[in-house]
């Protein structure tokens, strides 16, 4: 072989093998999509591995060329800098590994049908981790719990880590090793957690504005995409129509949406185990270190956490109040009452120890501070929503370690002020002079939509339904005015029982149109009390349960403190929806048709007007029908029915209605429903 040759044949190796297939490195899971990015260029998180030219020998540039001297710079929990449209956080040390919660609301929306309900959005809890020269963004999991000290936790641990939600490769290193990352994209990917529009355009989609504070950093984003009429819209509504065919599918749709991140609270609240014969939403999870040595599924309740400024005093004022941000959207002649509607449980709080516990304010303007979002993570708020919908809301976000409510949030929907006129009207127009025309005077409707609220902030303090509550007081005291001025001036004893206005009370009892509305009652006062007060002494959750255990043995002596029964639904004819005096359906049920046969007797004068059309007269007189049907449906219940407490340790849950009072429903309905 000549020398031509030799080289010749080496110069053929080394093409052969610049060409040949190379095995290629798994990217991390999951990749924030390069194609979503737009231009394709510079780099970002997503675990895009490949190496900037101008990056030194370690891929890693200067501090100086990645947050340049253009860079819009917003200290906090987070620096958050704004450079050239991207947006970067410098995470500091001491924040990785600090779990934080993650809500996404929406801000506007051309998904939202004018008739369907507002959707919530993400909660998620999440944590920054950093493995080397990247970061990770991890969500939590909290459905096993053990004792940290205890060596099962070795093993819950690994099971509790949750989804890595997306990684960044760190640009540069800020003071105090501070990881600065691009997360331009992270808003705007389609990572399923995060509730993307459905078929998200990352080139009409972009960072709008974003925030950072000691303990929070917020980012605001329009996405645009093909959308998807559930995205924005949630329970209910046609999955089209509305103004331009807003919901339609196949046209594009653009959201406005905000992302709030805040730290979760250093030292978890204190829990408080969860009792089946008190109403509370809770938080489950299976712990792997009780005493008892068998796996258990524990339940602790959501709430507020108040802790008193003076521990040595009966009632003192908490460190931090709970504050409840009225929409600035809200028509300004009902911000008062939706104010009154929040502070009416102040009192029930002083009860258990707390004055000046829980505030409305109405929330400022973006004029008047831009800064401040209803949809922030640290602010609870009465959203005002402008939809069809006649109906309202109200729930809470928790700190999964403790049960702590962090952001409560209630929505009213605008139409709420037609169904309350509707169901007034109907229930007790006889009684009251100003529900014999229409519309309703501004006074009243203020006052349905006060009741409304204090319902709906029940909700979000913590308190699910309690629909036994109408059953715990006799029929025949509902028409007594000494007897509703003795229980606080209502006919429930709870604001969340759904026993709306006082049907059973009849025009010669001459009761007070102030007594036809529920009101905060002694159910009320005795819940707060036993999830809100202070056990001296306790250290623990387990060492609060002698006493609370003695709080709720008082259902057994005075029955208007006493819970809907677990697993009582649909047999227990004093746990019924829409019903008053259900403590003999059959009586309140004759007071009640009485009223409506007033109510059809008046339905002409009051829905007829000249020149108009006859829409009032056919929603009332349907409203009328609806209300026969509750009626009857009320007395149908006590057939096989069963009355129930909820108990813990000995004597019966259930006893079978007497056989008497089957045979009185029976008749009644015979005589009534069956009757042509």
Known sequence: MNRLTYILLIALVALSSLFSPQPVAASPTPTLAPQQRGGGAGRRGGGDDESDDEDDSNGMKEYSEVITEDAITKPGMFDVHEVDGDLFFEIPAEELGTEMLLIQRTMESTLQNPGSFFGGGPRLIV???????RVILRQKEYDLIADESAAVWDAIAGFRKGPVLATFDVETYGADSASVIDVSDLFLSSISEFAPIAGLNRGRSWVEDSWSFEDAVNVQVTQSGSGSAGAAGGRGGPPGGGRGGRGNTSRSQTVKKLFSMARLPDDPMMP?????????NSSRSYDFTRPDNRLEQVRFIHRFRLEKQNQDVAVSDPVEPITYWIDSATPDWLKPWIVSGVEAWQPVFEEAGFSNAIFGRVAPTAEEDPSFSLYDARNSAIYWRPSTVANATGGQIVDPRSGQILKGEVNMYH??????KNWYFIQVGP??????????????????VEYVVTHEIGHSIGFPHNMKASAMYPADSLRSRSFLERMGGSHVATLMDYSRFNYVAQPEDNIP???????????????VRWGYAPIPGAKTADDELATLDAWARQQDEFPWLRFTTSDAAGSDPEALTEAVGDEDAVKSTTYGMMNLGRVMDMMLGVAEKPGESY???????????????????????????????EKYGTGPRFEPVAKARQREAVEYLNNTAFHV
């Not at 009626?631 to 219940?637: C, D, F, I, L, R």
Request: no cysteine.
């Open 415 to 420: 139409n709420i002020m037609e169904l309350q």
């Open 431 to 448: 009684l009251d002079e100003r529900a014999q025309s229409l519309p309703l005077p501004d006074s009243l409707m203020g006052r349905l």
């Open 513 to 527: 149109p102030e007594y036809l509305i529920p009101k905060v009652g002694p159910y009320d006062r005795f819940a």
């Open 615 to 645: 829409a009032e007269l056919e929603t009332l007189y349907g409203q009328a029908v609806s209300q026969w049907g509750r009626y009857m449906g009320h007395v149908t219940a006590i057939v096989g029915g069963a009355q129930s407490q």
């Open 127 to 133: 944590q920054w981790e950093r493995d080397g020269d």
């Open 272 to 280: 408080r185990w969860h009792d089946d014969r008190v109403g509370f």
